[in-house]
T-cell receptor
Framework: GAGVSQSPSNKVTEKGKDVELRCDPI?????LYWYRQSLGQGLEFLIY????????KSGLPSDRFSAERTGGSVSTLTIQRTQQEDSAVYLC?????????????FGAGTRLSVL | KQEVTQIPAALSVPEGENLVLNCSFT??????LQWFRQDPGKGLTSLLL?????REQTSGRLNASLDKSSGRSTLYIAASQPGDSATYLC???????????FGKGITLSVRP
């Protein structure tokens, strides 16, 4: 596709339910990133995938959060037993190059509201 | 741990003014610095990327500079327009294949 695509654009769920957020990166981009943007917290890194390497999960806030990337393309971020503090905009980005030319292109995000 | 600061958090200027948005970072060992624009309810749009070996980049009315040694970057917007109203985020890449560390952004309002 022309850009990074995320779905759904909005998700409302009840506390305790599981949710899945999807990201389709730009075709051919080998790196994929998930970030979270909370009110007053700014943008924070969650997880990063590069090719077939083990993902960098250092930003995941708890073991309720997990992500996978199938076939080196589409990624799914799963939040189990959602809590109200999980309410945020979840942004996905992809990039082609590494090093100083690493430009990350972002999707429009999924706005998650946990009631 | 890398920290990125953008001050002030909000700025309001009259149309036509030239303005400078500031960004500072604590760890000068960066690969690049990106400036993004975010409109309300939207994702991030990359405006300019400055590689670590570069001093500045220009695109239209935008010019971004980088001083790695002092840990500073500025985004210069010439002849501001109401359509420039948005939040501007600065982010640094500290590892070759790594996460971006973001500032909290500057919300710009350009008054007609």
């Amino acid at each position: 596709g022309a850009g990074v695509s995320q779905s759904p654009s909005n998700k409302v769920t009840e506390k305790g339910k599981d949710v899945e957020l999807r990201c389709d990166p730009i075709s051919g981009h080998t790196a994929l990133y998930w970030y979270r943007q909370s009110l007053g917290q700014g943008l924070e890194f969650l997880i990063y995938f590069q090719g077939n390497s083990a993902p960098d999960k250092s930003g995941l806030p708890s073991d309720r959060f997990s992500a996978e990337r199938t076939g080196g393309s589409v990624s799914t971020l799963t939040i189990q037993r959602t809590q109200q503090e999980d309410s945020a905009v979840y942004l996905c980005a992809s990039s082609l190059y590494s090093g100083s030319k690493n430009i990350q292109y972002f999707g429009a995000g999924t706005r998650l509201s946990v009631l | 741990k890398q920290e990125v600061t953008q001050i002030p958090a909000a700025l309001s200027v009259p149309e036509g003014e030239n303005l400078v948005l500031n960004c500072s970072f604590t760890d000068s060992a960066i690969y690049n610095l990106q400036w993004f624009r975010q409109d309300p309810g939207k994702g991030l749009t990359s405006l300019l990327l400055i590689q670590s070996s570069q001093r500045e980049q220009t695109s239209g009315r935008l010019n971004a500079s980088l001083d790695k040694s002092s840990g500073r970057s500025t985004l210069y917007i010439a002849a501001s327009q109401p359509g420039d109203s948005a939040t501007y985020l600065c982010a640094v890449l500290t590892g070759a294949n790594s996460k971006l560390t973001f500032g909290k952004g500057i919300t710009l309002s350009v008054r007609p």
